[in-house]
Structure formats: C-alpha cells, structure tokens
C-alpha cells in the first residue's frame, strides 16, 4: 500500500482564490512527521509547511495552513489568496520514526499535484 | 545566505561515461542526501549520509556511488551512465537530532542529467 496519496495529479485555481491540495497518509506508527514541498519548473524543491504527529494545532505559514485530521490520517496543504507564482508541482512526504537506522531519515514522497493558477 | 548549492545545474554525458555530481551546503547539517527524480514522479532517495556514515537504499544500482569528504560536500559518482539515468538529481540537507528527527529537509536547486 502506497504510504502517502495524493489523488489529484492536476488542479486549476483562479488567482486570489483558496485552493486544498488533498494527501492522505498510511503509517501504524504514532509518532511522525508530515511535510509539504513546492517545486516550480526550475526544479528545486521547496520546503512549505510541517505538522507533527502529536501537534495539536493545525500549522500555518502565511498563506500556507495545513488541514490535519489525524483519525481520518489526512494532511491536506490549504493554500489562501493564489498567486501566479503558486503554479508548481507539490508534494506531500512524511517522515516516520518507528525505527531506528538509515529509514528513520527517510521521506515518503506522493506523486504530486500539479496546480496552475489562472489569471 | 545560507544554502544547498549544486553543480554543474545541467550536465550532459555519454553513455557509459563516468560522470560525478556535486553538492555543498553552508547549513552545517549532519544529514545530506541524494535523490533521484525522474520526469513527472516523486523524488526517489538514493542514499544519505549521517555525518560520515553511509546509507545505502536497498534498490540504489551499484552503479551508484557517493563520497561526503567532509561535513559541506557530498558527491554523487555514476560510474556507467545509462540512458535510463537520465533525471534530475537532488541533493538535501537535514539536521537530526534525537530530540528533534523531524527536521525539515533543505534542497539544492537540483542537476538536470542528460545521457546521450
């Protein structure tokens, strides 16, 4: 079974609008950690937004939040007021730390979302 | 500022021809990494290092290699390139403690390969 699901391979947001990109997430672990990264065409990956397993607040970075439903295991990245430049591909990954070793630094990426902002 | 820088950002070689990647970070993290990322998929790890301690992933070919000389640099050698080598290839950086392991991952601007 995939560990982290991202279902929608592409999405369309109208610039200044909200948008959720959607990823759930597949661990028996009880603690770990959840990232959402941007890569824009250039290539380099961009660090967005973390969530911890046993934080209780939703967290947010500017425009950035993220939807953390620990029972249903999702960790949607909620992205305010769209800008053009928010067109990239996005990834959801986590990390687990169930056990000790080389895994335990490794991040589980989706496949990504494909977000284009339209003006 | 501080960062993940790699080059060359774009390398083209011959099949079969050696060819080494390089990377180098002024975060002072104690993890770097390798992945591999081909066209419209996720980033695969290749291998890391904990501070000189090398981690190979189980399903990274032989063909693979790496070299971290010291805490800033890490190299990634391809000893025979094949045309499926061909993809963009990231380096990262992490800090992990055991109080803290969940440390964001930094990454470097990637090298975009290409295998004639």
């Known amino acids: 079974a995939q560990k982290i699901t991202q279902t929608q391979p592409g999405m369309f947001v109208q610039e200044k609008e909200a948008v959720t990109l959607d990823c759930t997430y597949d661990?028996?672990?009880?603690?770990?950690?959840l990232f959402w990264y941007k890569q824009p065409s250039s290539g380099e990956m961009i660090f967005l937004i973390y969530q911890g397993s046993y934080d209780e607040q939703n967290a947010t970075e500017g425009r950035y939040s993220l939807n953390f439903q620990k029972a249903r295991k999702s960790a949607n990245l909620v992205i305010s007021a769209s800008q053009l430049g928010d067109s990239a591909m996005y990834f959801c990954?986590?990390?687990?730390?169930?056990?000790?070793?080389?895994?335990?630094?490794?991040?589980?990426f989706g496949k990504g979302t494909k977000l284009s902002v339209i003006p | 500022d501080a960062m993940v820088i790699q080059n060359p950002r774009y390398q083209v070689t011959q099949f079969g021809k050696p060819v080494t990647l390089s990377c180098s970070q002024t975060l002072n993290h104690n993890v770097m990494y390798w992945y591999q990322q081909k066209s419209s998929q996720a980033p695969k790890l290749l291998f890391h290092?904990?501070?000189?301690?090398?981690?190979n992933e189980a399903d990274t070919p032989d063909n693979f290699q790496s070299r971290r000389p010291n805490t800033s640099f890490c190299f990634l050698d391809i000893r025979s390139p094949g045309l499926g080598d061909a993809a963009m290839y990231l380096c990262?950086?992490?800090?992990?403690?055991?109080?803290?392991?969940?440390?964001?991952?930094?990454f470097g601007p990637g090298t975009r390969l290409t295998v004639l």
């Open positions: 990262a950086t992490s800090i992990h403690t055991p109080l803290a392991p969940y440390n964001e991952q930094f």
């Open positions: 290092y904990y501070d000189k301690d090398f981690n």
């Open positions: 661990t028996s672990d009880q603690s770990y950690g």
């Open positions: 990954a986590m990390r687990e730390a169930g056990y000790s070793g080389a895994g335990s630094y490794q991040l589980t």
